[in-house]
């Protein structure tokens, strides 16, 4: 089936920068030329074989893989998938008939791939891939016959988002598309035959994504964010170029992420939050005039997320965004009234498009328990089964792990959610890492994080706290920490700390605060404004100056940050007086820094900056830079690398073993 279902799979594809989604990108400016970057850190060589030892751990885990972005074949007897067991994401088939049989694998690239599609007509795929995780991702194809790899799209580099290659199309796929410096997004059309040239047919005057194409390719559907919880969808002619905004109604403001059409192309398939708490399905007419509604009825806040439609028009997959878990739910494709909501694990995933005959769906899940595996949901019985029953080596020797989920009291008398991990061997008071996901408008789930199996499966408490500002717990929550109450936010992290810290199972002081992206300035906010409660920071490319960080990078993150924090050159004072550069004298515990060299997000520099900073001050920090990362760690090499030099880094500035006691 090749008409493609938007992704929202798991956290190291989508949210964690300081954006709204990993298809809006549009980066930073390249570094001035006359700033001189700061140099990493190399390991002393009396602590080589403290970290051969460590990075033997890691290694175990890291080698645990997962598959994900499964896609069925045209004729359903295969799967084609990513899946990072070679150590970078690479291409997979699976044959539905033989299980147990190991996947085939199709790419041998050096760089990660994503978004596979199978092309009607011809034994080839399209995928994604981009160079040293820039993501400026370019579009190839495959041919399955002869295994050579051509580029669809040569010359310029964009960032491009996933292509959609509609059923009767005439073999044409569609894309959105942006320059790494302007506001303005576009959507293109171009054949998938190589040598082919793309046709720009409409420009988005604010950052836009491509939601989805009609099966006859005559339509597509296109989102305008306006901020951070605000945007507009467009339906718009594929031939002409004319547009149509059909949602939300004037004067109303909604946000979403994905939009899907129904087969015939008559009705458009909306998840929303409609300007309210809750989870909204909203069925419109090519006018915007509402069909149809289904209400998230197990939730009274929590939003929807991507909708899969069967070939017959006549159910739909959705998922359900819960905050600290995803759910599914199956519905009438006409009324919208619910058919069933699948008994799934706790975890974190979704349904990525029915197989061609209608009778299942791919589902892509996993648990803090287990790595991200591809299943098969039967729509008559109900039962899921696993794709491929493959061993996964080094899952069976990791310890157990709890999962706890509480809810602490916070200081304006709401609740902060808060997921806990330990390994019930491990015996208390044990350090924490307290890690802060990205976004902001995000939240940590339950799910498989190599990073949180190796320090548990060593001796620590894992604690990823959903603070104001975190999705699927409603808008108000999301909207929380909006401008001037940012400032809030730290208040919530002294809640979660105090809380913490009251546990029996938790030494109070040896609390680690930790995260990446925004995390990352939750992070240095911590050991800047709260060195009373943490005992060391670990930031994964955070940005320590957050009016040089909007100055740096694109208009269009420009135009979606100033709700969020503030516009620059109105609201210089606060930037400056909310960023940790600003409160350096105050802090006092270690930090270890990690930054991706080719970071198209949160550029380099702002690491540098922090680095040096800490360095003139003469406080304790250390600083890891992958040459071949961006936003990311994707690559088995810097996963076990920073792995074993922060536990190190922990070991000698919190007294502590690194051994499970």
Do not use: C
């Not at 011809?122 to 041919?143: P, Q, T």
């Amino acid at each position: 089936m090749i008409h493609k279902t938007r992704r929202y799979l798991l956290p190291s594809l989508m949210l964690s920068g300081l954006m709204l989604s990993t298809h809006v990108l549009a980066g930073n400016q390249a570094l001035d030329n006359d700033i001189p970057l700061v140099a990493p850190d190399k390991p002393k060589l009396q602590d080589k074989g403290a970290l051969a030892q460590y990075a033997a751990k890691a290694e175990k885990i890291i080698n645990v893989y997962s598959d994900s972005y499964p896609s069925y074949s045209q004729d359903g007897r295969s799967v084609f998938f990513v899946s990072d067991r070679s150590g970078n994401s690479q291409l997979y088939k699976s044959d539905l008939s033989d299980p147990s049989a190991p996947p085939k694998r199709l790419t041998q690239l050096s760089e990660r791939v994503k978004d596979p599609v199978h092309l009607s007509g011809e034994n080839a795929l399209i995928f994604s891939s981009d160079k040293g995780a820039n993501e400026l991702w370019s579009i190839f194809k495959l041919n399955l016959d002869n295994g050579k790899i051509a580029e669809l799209t040569p010359g310029e580099s964009m960032q491009r988002d996933a292509p959609i290659v509609p059923e009767l199309g005439k073999g044409q796929m569609f894309y959105s598309a942006r320059n790494i410096g302007k506001i303005e997004s576009y959507l293109y059309t171009q054949s998938v035959k190589v040598g082919s040239t793309p046709r720009k047919f409409w420009t988005g005057t604010g950052p836009s994504v491509l939601l989805d194409v009609s099966r006859d390719g005559q339509y597509a559907l296109a989102e305008t964010f306006k901020s951070v919880s605000s945007a507009e969808l467009f339906l718009i002619n594929t031939d002409t170029g004319d547009a149509r905004k059909i949602y939300p109604r004037e004067g109303h403001t909604a946000m979403f992420q994905s939009g899907s059409f129904s087969k015939d192309g008559s009705r458009i398939l909306l998840p929303t939050d409609d300007g309210g708490e809750q989870g909204i399905l909203l069925a419109l007419d090519h006018q915007g005039k509402e069909l149809a509604r289904y209400t998230e009825t197990l939730s009274n806040v929590g939003r929807l997320l991507g909708v899969s439609v069967s070939p017959d028009d006549k159910q739909l997959v959705v998922g359900f965004d819960a905050g600290d878990h995803t759910e599914l739910r199956i519905l009438d494709a006409n009324t919208l009234k619910p058919i069933m909501t699948p008994t799934l694990p706790f975890g974190t995933g979704g349904a990525l498009g029915f197989s061609p005959d209608g009778k299942n769906v791919l589902v892509n899940w996993s648990t803090p328990e287990s790595p991200a595996d591809i299943y098969q949901f039967d729509i008559a019985s109900g039962k899921m089964t696993v794709l491929m029953s493959t061993v996964k080596p080094g899952l069976e020797e990791l310890p157990p792990l709890t999962t706890e989920r509480v809810e602490i009291p916070a200081f304006d008398g709401g609740k902060i959610p808060m997921l806990v991990y330990r390994s019930p061997t491990a015996k208390g008071p044990l350090p924490v890492i307290v890690f802060f996901h990205g976004g902001p408008a995000y939240a940590s789930k339950a799910r498989w994080e190599p990073i949180l199996r190796y320090f548990t499966s060593i001796g620590y408490a894992y604690a990823e706290p959903n603070i104001r500002g975190s999705t699927g717990y409603g808008r108000a929550y999301e909207q929380a920490d909006n401008g001037p109450k940012k400032v809030n936010v730290f208040k919530d992290m002294r809640s979660v700390a105090t809380w913490i810290g009251q546990q029996p199972w938790a030494d109070k002081n040896r609390l680690v605060i930790a995260g990446q992206s925004y995390g990352g300035f939750i992070t240095l906010s911590g050991v800047a404004r709260q060195s009373d409660l943490w005992a060391a920071g670990v930031d994964k490319y955070g940005p320590p100056d957050l009016l040089s960080l909007i100055k740096k990078t694109s208009g269009a993150i420009r135009a979606v940050a100033g709700q969020e924090y503030g516009v620059v050159g109105k609201d210089d004072e606060f930037l400056l007086a909310l960023s940790p550069i600003s409160h350096l004298d105050k802090i006092a515990v270690p930090l270890f820094v990690y930054a991706g060299a080719n970071d198209p997000r949160v550029p380099r520099s702002e690491s540098d900056m922090i680095v040096a900073a800490m360095r003139a001050k003469q406080l304790p920090v250390e600083y890891m830079v992958a040459d071949n990362e961006g936003h990311s760690m994707v690559r088995k090499e810097n996963q076990i690398e920073f792995l074993s030099r922060v536990t190190l880094f922990l070991e000698q500035n919190l007294s502590f073993s690194g051994k499970s006691k």
